[in-house]
């Protein structure tokens, strides 16, 4: 069993949809990661939660702790979100990554 | 914004001949990471590095890898004698132990073994 689960793998949209992308882990954390990876490869770090919610622009990144369960929404979703997000959970030493979910948003 | 750099971006290495990767992590970060991805993979976590010493690696960070911080901005991993499977993107990453956004990322260094 994979550590980390996202889902779904795929997703497309249309623009201005509210998208979600969820994500369950096994393993214990000390943070949970959110990460953005565009189709050049580039890794770009969107959120790291540890409790609760947080919230940049137009994205949302909510935890459960106890639910070891977590979720990232996106309002008003546009074509340049188009991205894989990834998912990754662990402590400062390292981190186990979901398999990523593959948006697309059409316009 | 300050980034995490890596050169090169892509490298093509023959089979068996050493590597090194390069990254400059952010001059205020305290921990640092590379991981790889296989394409077409999930990333993976190779090793960190917190004061001068390795603190974490995984299976996959066998003999032929190691890392060093030879002057106090670089951050390096060097593949010994590489092998068709190193093939791989290959991420550097910084980060301060607690706060902010955690983890920044270096852009990746595209590493072709034929």
């Known amino acids: 069993k994979n550590e980390v689960e996202q889902s779904p793998q795929n997703l497309t949209a249309q623009e201005g949809e509210f998208i979600t992308i969820n994500c369950s882990y096994s393993?214990?954390?000390?943070?949970l990661h959110w990460l953005q990876q565009h189709p050049g490869g580039g890794i770009v770090s969107l959120f790291m939660?540890?409790?609760g919610k947080k919230k940049h622009g137009r994205l949302i990144a909510t935890i459960n702790i106890q639910e070891k369960h977590s979720s990232l929404h996106i309002t008003a979703s546009h074509p340049r979100d188009s991205a894989v997000y990834i998912c990754a959970a662990g402590g400062n030493n390292d981190m186990r990554f979901g398999a990523g979910t593959r948006l697309t948003v059409k316009p | 914004e300050p980034e995490v750099t890596q050169t090169p971006s892509h490298q093509v290495t023959q089979m068996g001949q050493e590597v090194i990767l390069r990254c400059v992590p952010i001059s205020n970060h305290l921990y640092f990471y590379w991981y790889r991805q296989i394409l077409g993979q999930k990333v993976e976590f190779l090793v960190s590095f917190y004061n001068n010493e390795i603190s974490e690696k995984s299976e996959i960070f066998d003999d032929q890898f190691s890392v060093e911080r030879p002057d106090g901005s670089n951050f390096t991993l060097k593949i010994r004698s590489t092998k068709l499977e190193d093939s791989a993107m290959y991420f550097c990453?910084?980060?301060?132990?607690?706060?902010?956004?955690?983890?920044?990322f270096g852009s990746g260094t595209r590493l072709t073994v034929v």
């Open positions: 939660l540890s409790s």
């Open positions: 393993v214990g954390i000390s943070a």
């Open positions: 990453a910084s980060s301060i132990p607690q706060g902010g956004r955690g983890y920044t």
